[in-house]
């Protein structure tokens, strides 16, 4: 079974741009969820989907957005880049979104913003 | 709101045994889950808490006291391949989206 893919896995941008981002998760899994990395924050959660609902939203300004298609893909986007999005982006998908769910990580989308 | 705290950085050699610490906050508890993640790689499942005790799964083992809020994971017979950041998290409102803990890198000497 193909683990979570996103797309791409690295992007330059030039601050005030927009960039959207792709998760692909494993076939048969209705949650995902999206997160920050950076050496100071950690690993923070942006938002989750399921079913094409956001159902769980972290503490991020609104120039971040995402969605979930019918498939279960789903994008996030940023928009009016700032330096200090300069992050690893990291999607994961479960298989039924419950609290015992094992969190399954693609490999990333290295953002930086220049 | 939810806090989970761990030590930044915990030192060991081959063989040995290393234990990572992690306190938390939440309103509302699901659980306490561990990741593993090399540098540069996505973060990996390890081990999932929902009731006290230890839980043993190879040479790793996980414990966690709901009365302390409290949990630890226990690395035994410990490889370079050990060598990684080790994050606990917690269920954000009963889902599956984790709040994580800042992390704590094990380094593994010969």
């Known amino acids: 079974k193909a683990g979570v893919t996103q797309t791409p896995r690295y992007l330059i941008k030039t601050r005030g741009q927009q960039v959207t981002l792709s998760c692909s998760p494993i076939?048969?899994?209705?949650?995902v969820s999206w997160y920050q990395q950076t050496p100071g924050q950690g690993l923070q959660f942006l938002f989750e989907y399921f079913s094409e609902t956001q159902r769980n939203k972290g503490n991020f300004p609104g120039r971040f957005s995402g969605r979930q298609f019918s498939n279960s893909r789903s994008e996030m986007n940023v928009s009016t880049l700032e330096l200090g999005d300069s992050a690893l982006y990291l999607c994961?998908?479960?298989?039924?979104?419950?609290?015992?769910?094992?969190?399954?990580f693609g490999p990333g989308t290295r953002l930086t913003v220049l | 709101g939810q806090s989970l705290e761990q030590p930044s950085e915990v030192t060991a050699v081959e063989g040995a045994i290393v234990q990572i610490n992690c306190t938390y906050q939440?309103?509302?508890?699901?659980?306490l889950s561990w990741y593993q993640q090399h540098d540069g790689g996505a973060p990996t499942f390890l081990s999932y808490?929902?009731?006290?005790g230890l839980e043993e799964t190879g040479r790793f083992s996980s414990f966690l006291s709901r009365s302390d809020s409290y949990g630890y994971l226990l690395l035994q017979e410990l490889q370079m391949k050990d060598s990684a950041s080790y994050f606990c998290?917690?269920?954000?409102?009963?889902?599956?989206?984790?709040?994580f803990g800042k992390g704590t890198m094990l380094l593994v000497s010969p």
């Open positions: 808490n929902a009731l006290d």
């Open positions: 939440t309103s509302g508890f699901y659980g």
């Open positions: 994961a998908s479960s298989l039924t979104g419950r609290p015992d769910n094992e969190q399954f």
């Open positions: 998290a917690v269920p954000h409102r009963g889902y599956s989206t984790l709040t």
């Open positions: 076939s048969g899994h209705r949650s």
